[in-house]
């Protein structure tokens, strides 16, 4: 199985500020059609896992650009520029490129 | 607007059996993928099992730490996916989410359903 290393753990930030969230895999993620389904999700308080970011760095509907995706092969990057309220909670980063699909532990977000 | 709804959680002995429906709303279910990702209590996500869509042959697919004991099913005319969960164990004590697959991502979560297995 593809084992997703995320860091740091947790992560505080100002109000404002901005942030990386580290991913790696322990395989790579490029796909046999040369693509690579590396995806990132955000887990606010009390709700489900919600989509952010696809494909490495394919903002999905209705996300805003506050929010990028980079990297490659097994080490990818999630960034969040001028943090809001709302985007507090607990970051995972999944890959979809081969079963079973696997996920990271998790980052939480807090205010600092 | 997509919705996913997860019913038939709760808590179940060790051994004994569930099953969990996700009935959805808005979008085109007969052509989706869908999926059921678990949340351990210790918030790790899991990837539980698949179910493709008529034109792949409904094809199945499972976590090695399921496969045997779960079953995923589908009905198109009711739009709804299924989990049979059998022979339970206490460590799949999760909160249950019913994905859609699109294009190798989970772009839509139902708002999950607690299963503890516990005597």
């Known amino acids: 199985d593809v084992v997703m290393t995320q860091t740091p753990v947790s992560l505080s930030v100002s109000l404002g500020g901005q942030v990386s969230i580290s991913c790696r895999s322990s395989?790579?993620?490029?796909?046999?059609?040369?693509?690579?389904?590396l995806s990132w999700y955000l887990q606010k308080p009390g709700q489900s896992p919600q989509l952010l970011i696809y494909?490495?760095?394919n903002r999905f509907s209705g996300i805003s650009d506050r929010f990028s995706g980079s990297g490659s092969g097994t080490d990818f990057t999630l960034k969040i520029s001028r943090v809001e309220p709302d985007d507090l909670g607990v970051y995972y980063c999944g890959q979809g490129t081969q079963y079973p699909y696997t996920f990271g532990a998790g980052t939480k977000l807090e205010l600092k | 607007e997509v919705q996913l709804v997860e019913t038939g959680g709760g808590l179940v002995q060790p051994g004994k059996s569930l099953k969990l429906t996700c009935a959805t709303s808005g979008f085109t279910f007969s052509n989706a993928w869908m999926d059921w990702v678990r949340q351990s209590p210790e918030k790790q996500l899991e990837w539980v099992a698949q179910i493709k869509d008529k034109s792949n042959n409904y094809a199945t697919y499972y976590a090695e730490s399921v496969k045997g004991r779960f079953t995923i099913s589908r009905d198109d005319s009711k739009s709804s996916v299924y989990l049979q969960m059998n022979s339970l164990k206490e460590e799949d004590t999760a909160i249950y989410y019913c994905?859609?697959?699109?294009?190798?991502?989970?772009?839509?979560w139902g708002q999950g359903v607690m299963v503890t297995v516990s005597s």
């Open positions: 994905t859609s697959y699109n294009n190798y991502h989970f772009d839509y």
């Open positions: 494909k490495v760095s």
């Open positions: 395989q790579s993620l490029v796909h046999n059609n040369g693509n690579t389904y």
